[in-house]
């Protein structure tokens, strides 16, 4: 049974840091790319950040380049968010995804198996 288990989320000002981690169970991590979404109320499941199987290789969304770092510890079969410069936009439930493909796409589809989310609130 795959499980996907998000943590590190919580309250945060604005200009603060959170890191995310995200742990895999029950399938080959290594082959797999990952990703982060978000979703903020009354709005649609996002892309946030994506690492290939590799870990060479990220993407990042326009609104968190050079804020988010994404990274990633095969032997741990962890993935993780460092989030710096805050904002009270960024404020949604974070879920990680592990894509088959290995390929770390923007799409939500691509995603076979999903965390079940943790919350981050940015006050302003």
């Known amino acids: 049974q795959v499980q996907l288990v998000e943590s590190g989320g919580g309250l945060m000002q604005a200009g603060g840091s959170l890191r995310l981690s995200c742990e895999a169970s029950?399938?080959?991590?290594?082959?797999?790319?990952m990703g982060w979404f978000r979703q903020a109320p009354g709005k649609g499941r996002e892309f946030v950040a994506s690492i290939r199987w590799r870990g060479g290789s990220t993407d990042y969304s326009d609104s968190v380049k050079g804020r988010f770092t994404i990274s990633r510890d095969n032997a741990r079969a962890t993935v993780y968010l460092q989030m710096n410069s805050l904002k009270p936009e960024d404020t949604a439930v974070y879920y990680c995804?592990?894509?088959?493909?290995?390929?770390?796409?923007?799409?939500?589809?691509?995603?076979?198996?999903w965390g079940q989310g943790t919350q981050v609130t940015v006050s302003s």
């Open positions: 029950g399938l080959t991590f290594s082959s797999y790319a």
């Open positions: 995804a592990a894509d088959p493909s290995g390929l770390g796409s923007r799409s939500l589809g691509w995603y076979r198996y």
